[in-house]
């Protein structure tokens, strides 16, 4: 662990919005009366009937959480309508293409007659408030657009990565009975065709065999490709609009009516979907976005995340639109068309908050600082970090070769269910160290507990829970609620469990150590041991499978597979490749397992349960330290599978 303490920077002082002294006066009166301190900024965004009630949760029995339930608003009118009188003009989307040569500028104005357009064909569509909406795009405008004029009308939006397989979409379409959805012919990346129609076409026959008959796809045309066309179910976007009035009034929402879904991975079985709602979640979103970037009016702001996550959901979209910020969108790699792309179009486009995954930014440094000096950045004033814990080496290059000592880096620690970020830098308060996310924004209460459940004092290493509600988390498992208070609620009594470790140094800073369950966090993305293997297990030659993460240079973990095959198959190279494809096919290109080790047996304990622990170390490479094996109901697999273990150093 690094422990080089880098202070605030002067330029980061200057004109911030929040100093150290603000930051420790706000934090106190958060925890201390949070009731009084989120009244006050509940009033960031704009009520048609303003709340009364401002919390009411509770983090026992059946877990409730609401947030100013009696306020009435809408997220656009926020993200939008608002907006229009004094910045009408100004641009709210930059458009960045896959292709250097082709963006585009949206401006507040033209986003509002977007949405109201588009959300005028989802009611003709027949889509009603409470609906769900699933959206499967690649990172253009019209992603943004649908997702607001879903929030527009009331629907609940479902946005599904466009690396997932046409299975996962199925798996997503089917849990929220979802019957509409919003595609593209194509997305583009890299260059490369992604075949979004096609999956979405096969992913409504696999849901259809479960009984999900969706009614209606609007189909944006993005590269003009060839795609198959059912007329009476399929619909094209530039068509529709074209029909549709440049009008909507925004429907009325409760705080607490639900805003969108977005599926993650557990440690166990499938991915859930974390419900988010109105009015907290937006509060929670439009402050983080402005007091952790430190956003000022005029500023230039990419996030260069996809929709399909959550960080675009509230950094991409609804954070920076709600504050009538100018967000940039990018629809590409950052290898393409070569290594510098990132760093040219922060010179394009004159951009001065940057925030990316630390996996961009190991595979960038492994790129080699010609690509970053090549571009001026003069620009940057600010860089984020999200995702995945970032290892010092990565932050030092971040900080002095790409923003040359001159910019903070605010490395954000949160989640899905978090709905914003929840420990971060602010960076006019925060003294940074390298590797740590610093400390908790306001109204956030850490806690670290030892594994029976005994909140540690101090500086201490244990598991990562939240001691009390805060705005932007998620309501509810949807569809699902005993999920929800099982998953969160049940391993430490009357407290949030993150899943995360952590350890707090003496200053009170945090340091995610990453997950102690079984989740992956593969180049930043989520995923359940459990969801590979049950896609390794879905093909014919395998009767078991185990996966666990290992160490991986680029990606912070790799996923690596014991396999068991049938009797009498041989686990040949073709077969590896086969399987390989085959999870691909199941999940997706994020899923592509990158070891696969054939294993007649696993480790076990008498009651059949599999140790993981060992498996674990035997990736890592790392097993004089395999600690007991004794509990094993066969303790010789163990030998075995070290001898063909596929990581050797
Ligand atoms: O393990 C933590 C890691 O990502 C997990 C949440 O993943 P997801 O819901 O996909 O959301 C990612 C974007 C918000 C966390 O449980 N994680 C996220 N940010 C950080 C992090 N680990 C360390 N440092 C971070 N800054």
């Known amino acids: 662990m690094s422990e080089k303490?880098?202070?605030?920077?002067?330029?980061?002082?200057?004109?911030?919005?929040?100093?150290?002294?603000?930051?420790?006066?706000?934090?106190?009166?958060?925890?201390?009366?949070?009731?009084?301190?989120?009244?006050?900024?509940?009033?960031?965004?704009?009520?048609?009937?303003?709340?009364t009630k401002v919390k009411n949760t509770s983090f026992t029995g059946d877990i409730s959480i609401k947030w100013f339930e009696d306020g009435v608003t809408n997220v656009t009118y926020n993200c939008i309508d608002r907006h229009l009188e004094k910045r009408g003009d100004q641009v709210a989307i930059i458009w960045e293409g896959d292709n250097p040569y082709i963006d585009k500028k949206i401006t507040y104005r033209e986003l509002y007659a977007e949405v109201c357009r588009l959300a005028n064909v989802l009611k003709k569509q027949g889509v009603q408030k409470g609906d769900r909406v699933t959206i499967y795009m690649p990172m253009i405008p019209e992603a943004a657009y649908a997702m607001l004029a879903c929030a527009r009308i009331g629907a609940i939006h479902s946005v599904v990565?466009?690396?997932?397989?046409?299975?996962?979409?199925?798996?997503?379409?089917?849990?929220?009975?979802?019957?509409?959805?919003?595609?593209?012919?194509?997305?583009?990346?890299?260059?490369?065709?992604?075949?979004?129609?096609?999956?979405?076409?096969?992913?409504?026959?696999?849901?259809?065999?479960?009984?999900?008959?969706?009614k209606s796809v609007l189909v944006v045309r993005r590269t003009g490709g060839k795609i198959a066309w059912a007329p009476d179910r399929d619909l094209w976007y530039h068509q529709e609009i074209a029909?549709?009035?440049?009008?909507?009034?925004?429907?009325?929402?409760?705080?607490?009516?639900?805003?969108?879904?977005?599926?993650?991975?557990?440690?166990?079985?499938?991915?859930?979907?974390?419900?988010?709602?109105?009015?907290?979640?937006?509060?929670?979103?439009?402050?983080?976005?402005?007091?952790?970037?430190?956003?000022?009016?005029?500023?230039?702001?990419?996030?260069?995340?996809?929709?399909?996550?959550?960080?675009?959901?509230?950094?991409?979209?609804?954070?920076?639109?709600?504050?009538?910020?100018?967000?940039?969108?990018?629809?590409?790699?950052?290898?393409?068309?070569?290594?510098?792309?990132?760093?040219?179009?922060?010179?394009?486009?004159?951009?001065?908050?940057?925030?990316?995954?630390?996996?961009?930014?190991?595979?960038?440094?492994?790129?080699?600082?010609?690509?970053?000096?090549?571009?001026?950045?003069?620009?940057?004033?600010?860089?984020?970090?999200?995702?995945?814990?970032?290892?010092?080496?990565?932050?030092?290059?971040?900080?002095?070769?790409?923003?040359?000592?001159?910019?903070?880096?605010?490395?954000?620690?949160?989640?899905?269910?978090?709905?914003?970020?929840?420990?971060?830098?602010?960076?006019?308060?925060?003294?940074?160290?390298?590797?740590?996310?610093?400390?908790?924004?306001?109204?956030?209460?850490?806690?670290?507990?030892?594994?029976?459940?005994?909140v540690m004092e101090g500086s201490a290493n244990g598991n990562l829970c939240i001691a009390d509600s805060w705005p932007g988390q998620m309501r509810t498992v949807y569809g699902d609620h005993p999920r929800f208070v099982e998953t969160y609620f049940s391993t430490y009594k009357g407290k949030y469990f993150t899943g995360d470790g952590c350890r707090r140094d003496e200053d009170g800073y945090y340091w995610i150590t990453g997950r102690v369950d079984d989740v992956l966090n593969v180049s930043g993305h989520r995923l359940g041991t459990a969801e590979v293997e049950s896609a390794l297990v879905s093909h014919h030659f395998v009767s078991e499978a185990a996966v666990v993460g290992y160490p991986h240079n680029i990606k912070g973990q790799g996923i690596y597979c014991y396999v068991t095959l049938m009797a009498g198959t041989e686990g040949t190279d073709d077969l590896r490749k086969e399987l390989v494809t085959h999870v691909r096919k199941e999940i997706g290109p994020i899923a592509t397992p990158d070891k696969i080790q054939f294993a007649p047996g696993l480790p076990k304990t008498r009651s059949g349960k599999i140790m993981r622990r060992i498996l674990r170390k035997i990736a890592e490479d790392d097993f004089g330290s395999l600690g007991d094996t004794s509990t094993l109901a066969d303790p010789g697999v163990v030998d075995g599978l070290i001898e063909n273990r596929q990581n050797k150093q």
């Not at 603000?22 to 009244?39: G, H, I, M, N, Q």
């Not at 583009?188 to 969706?214: F, M, Y």
């Open 5 to 51: 303490i880098y202070p605030v920077l002067p330029s980061a002082k200057k004109n911030t919005l929040i100093d150290d002294e603000t930051y420790l006066e706000w934090y106190r009166k958060s925890v201390d009366d949070p009731e009084a301190f989120w009244a006050e900024h509940g009033k960031r965004i704009d009520w048609f009937r303003p709340y």
């Open 161 to 214: 990565f466009g690396g997932f397989s046409p299975d996962a979409l199925a798996g997503r379409l089917v849990d929220c009975q979802s019957t509409f959805i919003v595609t593209a012919d194509e997305g583009l990346r890299g260059g490369k065709p992604i075949p979004l129609k096609e999956n979405t076409d096969t992913a409504i026959d696999i849901a259809a065999k479960q009984g999900l008959q969706v």
């Open 243 to 454: 029909r549709a009035e440049p009008e909507c009034p925004p429907t009325e929402m409760k705080a607490e009516d639900p805003l969108f879904i977005l599926y993650t991975s557990g440690s166990t079985g499938k991915p859930k979907g974390v419900l988010h709602t109105t009015g907290g979640y937006l509060v929670y979103a439009a402050m983080t976005h402005e007091y952790v970037f430190d956003y000022r009016d005029g500023d230039i702001y990419w996030c260069t995340a996809d929709v399909g996550w959550v960080t675009g959901h509230s950094y991409i979209v609804y954070g920076p639109l709600a504050n009538g910020a100018t967000t940039l969108m990018f629809e590409g790699v950052p290898n393409y068309p070569d290594y510098g792309r990132f760093w040219d179009v922060v010179d394009k486009h004159k951009v001065n908050i940057f925030y990316t995954a630390p996996t961009a930014i190991r595979a960038l440094m492994g790129a080699g600082n010609d690509f970053v000096k090549r571009a001026s950045r003069e620009s940057l004033r600010l860089l984020g970090s999200v995702g995945e814990p970032i290892n010092p080496e990565a932050w030092e290059w971040y900080y002095h070769v790409v923003g040359e000592d001159r910019c903070a880096i605010v490395d954000t620690w949160w989640q899905t269910e978090t709905g914003g970020i929840m420990i971060t830098p602010l960076p006019g308060a925060t003294k940074l160290k390298p590797g740590s996310a610093t400390r908790p924004f306001f109204g956030v209460q850490p806690e670290l507990v030892d594994p029976e459940g005994k």
